[in-house]
């Protein structure tokens, strides 16, 4: 059973960082994307970024690009969101998604929350203004 999970998630000031982790456990992924949603208070899931398997390729939705990147670490089985210049506006719950084996390349639909096979239980971020 795949479990992805999130942690790094809390409260910060505006203009502060965080940086958030999220697990994958139950199998090996192999040539697979990797990806960060968010929803917030009376909001649909929106896409963040996401990653290819070599970490070579990445999107970014067009609001964080610029102070969040997404980056992964195989070995750990772990993608990262490092979140800088936090807005008040970047408050949510954010979801980490994986494909299933599925190369990112061959994914037009990335930034569709239907374009990912698993998902963690997310993780909160509160900005302060």
């Known amino acids: 059973q795949v479990q992805l999970v999130e942690s790094g998630g809390g409260l910060v000031q505006a203009g502060g960082s965080l940086r958030l982790s999220c697990a994958a456990s139950g199998r090996t992924f192999i040539n697979n994307a990797m990806g960060w949603f968010r929803q917030a208070p009376g909001k649909g899931r929106e896409f963040v970024a996401t990653?290819?398997?070599?970490?070579?390729?990445?999107y970014y939705e067009h609001s964080v690009k610029g102070r969040f990147t997404i980056s992964r670490d195989n070995a750990k089985s772990t993608v990262y969101l490092q979140m800088n210049s936090l807005k008040p506006e970047d408050t949510a719950v954010y979801y980490c998604a994986a494909t299933n084996n599925r190369p990112l390349y061959y994914i037009n639909n990335y930034y569709q929350d239907k374009a990912y096979d698993y998902w963690g239980q997310g993780t909160q971020v509160t900005v302060s203004s």
């Open positions: 990653i290819n398997w070599s970490g070579d390729i990445t």
